[in-house]
């Protein structure tokens, strides 16, 4: 007699009509998509590598300052300016997928219940990672742009 597949639906799930001699392939059709929380930590990496490179045009602007140089310092300023619109919408987004996905877990029921929960977790983390990053950056971006205007005032 040939092989004959059984799919299991859940963890636990109990399997009858198996007769003896016979071969059997279980497989499982448990999946969770965990699409909102891979988009959440998406955005949230972004704004990261968003922030380094906004971080790098703060410390030329600044080098651009302590030089004299007050037009580059502020041409170099406005871009790490843009840099920060762009991070915090990356933050924003991050933080949209991941409510996303903690509706997905609350939603979510039997056997992958716990694999959108663990999801949802990690997209709050990433989102939470993301926001102290904007903040940090938001703070830089305040002394660099007070630091120019005192100098442009002297």
């Known amino acids: 007699m040939g092989e004959i597949r059984k799919e299991l639906k859940a963890f636990n799930q109990p399997v009858t009509g198996l007769k003896a001699g016979s071969t059997y392939r279980f497989t499982a059709k448990m999946s969770a998509n965990v699409e909102n929380a891979k988009k959440s930590a998406k955005h949230a990496q972004a704004a990261s590598s968003g922030a380094k490179a906004g971080h790098a045009e703060l410390k030329a602007a600044r080098e651009a300052l302590k030089a004299g140089d007050l037009a580059t310092a502020r041409i ?40 959108y929960e ?26 660099v742009g007070a630091a120019i205007e005192e100098r442009a005032a002297h």
């Open 118 to 143: 663990t999801a949802h977790k990690g997209a709050d983390e990433a989102h939470k990672h993301a926001e102290g990053i904007r903040k940090a950056y938001e703070d830089l971006v305040r002394s």
């Open 76 to 115: 170099v300023f406005d871009k790490a300016k843009v840099l920060y619109d762009k991070v915090k919408k990356g933050v924003d987004d991050a933080q949209a997928f991941a409510t996303r996905a903690r509706e997905d877990w609350t939603k979510s029921g039997g056997s992958v219940k716990q694999a």
